[in-house]
């Protein structure tokens, strides 16, 4: 039996590994498409590494995803659903690490009793990398 939350995170998986779209034409030249390739590349591995933690957490539950998914990134009819703001291929791995991020931020401070910021941020900086807890927990 898959549980809700396997199910979220199974969409969650799809959702970050489809393919950005960049269309070349949007760019003035190859310098900058391949810049933009390689923050969107940095966005995946993010967004992943977040993801991995969240899949390993068994007191992260479904519930506690879905209050947090609420904003252009939604949980609706078993399936992720991204608002774009104004270029889909440079936000949307960035939405599902914001999202994750505040799961996460309120998990260390509800389950792991970090009550303050400067809590959180140390066990931020324990549990990801360098680049995920100082992009996405300052």
Same mark, same amino acid.
């Given at each position: 039996?898959?549980?809700?939350?396997?199910?979220?995170?199974?969409?969650?998986?799809?959702?970050?590994?489809?393919?950005?779209?960049?269309?070349?034409?949007?760019?003035?030249?190859?310098?900058?498409?391949?810049?933009?390739?390689?923050?969107?590349?940095?966005?995946?591995?993010? #967004?992943?590494?977040?993801?991995? &933690?969240?899949?390993?957490?068994?007191?992260? $539950?479904? =519930?506690? /995803?879905? %209050?947090? *998914?609420?904003?252009?990134?939604?949980?609706?009819?078993?399936?992720?659903?991204?608002?774009?703001?104004?270029?889909?291929?440079?936000?949307?791995?960035?939405?599902?690490?914001?999202?994750?991020? #505040?799961?996460?931020?309120?998990? &260390?401070?509800?389950?792991?009793?970090?009550? $303050?910021? =400067?809590? /959180?941020? %140390?066990? *931020?900086?324990?549990?990801?990398?360098?680049?995920?807890?100082?992009?996405?927990?300052?």
């Amino acid at each position: 039996m898959i549980t809700e939350k396997e199910k979220m995170m199974d969409a969650l998986s799809v959702f970050i590994r489809q393919r950005a779209g960049l269309e070349f034409g949007n760019y003035g030249d190859l310098q900058s498409y391949r810049q933009e390739q390689r923050s969107i590349t940095k966005d995946r591995h993010q #967004a992943f590494e977040l993801f991995r &933690f969240i899949c390993r957490s068994e007191s992260i $539950t479904a =519930e506690r /995803i879905k %209050a947090e *998914a609420c904003n252009r990134l939604e949980w609706k009819n078993d399936r992720w659903e991204y608002t774009t703001g104004q270029y889909f291929p440079t936000e949307y791995r960035r939405a599902v690490c914001g999202m994750l991020s #505040a799961v996460l931020w309120n998990w &260390f401070r509800e389950e792991c009793q970090c009550q $303050t910021r =400067e809590k /959180i941020q %140390a066990s *931020a900086k324990r549990e990801f990398s360098r680049a995920v807890a100082k992009r996405w927990f300052q």
